[in-house]
Nanobody
Framework: EVQLQASGGGEVQPGGSLRLSCAASGFTFSDYTMSWFRQAPGEGPEWVSSIARAGGTGVYADSVKGRFTTSRDKFQNTVDLQMNGLKPEDSAVYYC????????????WGQGTQVTVSS
């Protein structure tokens, strides 16, 4: 059974930090690009970041560049999102997703974890 289990969400004050983690199982993790998306109430999903199968430097949406960092652990089959300098507009449900090799669509999605940035 394929699972993407996201965790680490919560409530934090503006300027604070959170670290999200997504644990993958049931598929060959190293074959998949891993990404984070978010969705705020009343809005469509927004791509946040992606990291290639081999890891390395991630790519980011302009809205989070310089504040968020994604990483992956090939031994633990996890992908993380370190979020610093959080702003109220970062509040959303965050989802991890997996895309196989060169396919355009994401094959697997996690259940989401809520991030709330509020004073």
């Amino acid at each position: 059974e394929v699972q993407l289990q996201a965790s680490g969400g919560g409530e934090v004050q503006p300027g604070g930090s959170l670290r999200l983690s997504c644990a993958a199982s049931g598929f060959t993790f190293s074959d998949y690009t891993m990404s984070w998306f978010r969705q705020a109430p009343g809005e469509g999903p927004e791509w946040v970041s992606s990291i290639a199968r081999a890891g390395g430097t991630g790519v980011y949406a302009d809205s989070v560049k310089g504040r968020f960092t994604t990483s992956r652990d090939k031994f633990q089959n996890t992908v993380d999102l370190q979020m610093n300098g959080l702003k109220p507009e970062d509040s959303a449900v965050y989802y991890c997703a997996a895309k196989f090799l060169y396919e355009s669509e994401y094959a697997y999605w996690g259940q989401g974890t809520q991030v709330t940035v509020s004073s």
